[in-house]
């Protein structure tokens, strides 16, 4: 089965930095794009930023952009989302996706990992 596990989530304070990690399994991670999400409390779910295979396009949510940064190693099969200057705003539970096209607003979405707590303090 295919599988998308999440890690590097915690606790931080306002202003500190978390590198999330993102393994991938059971598919061919080169083909497709990848992403992550998050969701806080009481709110929708949430595009953050995308790589596409191949050359690797990134986009990223306008409340992330300048503050945060994605990329992929296709031979770790990974994709990482490296934050900084993190804000309480920024709480939620952050989820990888794989699928096609993520880093465009026709985006459509195979696979969900499980999802990693990231939790800033002010």
């Known amino acids: 089965q295919v599988q998308l596990v999440e890690s590097g989530g915690g606790l931080v304070q306002a202003g500190g930095s978390l590198r999330l990690s993102c393994a991938a399994s059971?598919?061919?991670?080169?083909?497709?794009?990848v992403g992550w999400f998050r969701q806080a409390p009481g709110k929708e779910r949430e595009f953050v930023s995308a790589v596409s295979r191949y050359f690797g396009r990134t986009n990223y949510a306008d409340s992330v952009r300048g503050r945060f940064t994605i990329s992929r190693d296709n031979a770790k099969n990974t994709v990482y989302l490296q934050t900084s200057n993190l804000k309480p705003e920024d709480t939620a539970v952050y989820f990888c996706a794989a699928g096609f096209d993520l880093e465009t607003p026709s985006r459509l979405i195979n696979y969900w990992g499980q999802g990693t707590q990231v939790s800033v303090s002010s």
């Open positions: 059971g598919l061919s991670f080169s083909r497709y794009s």
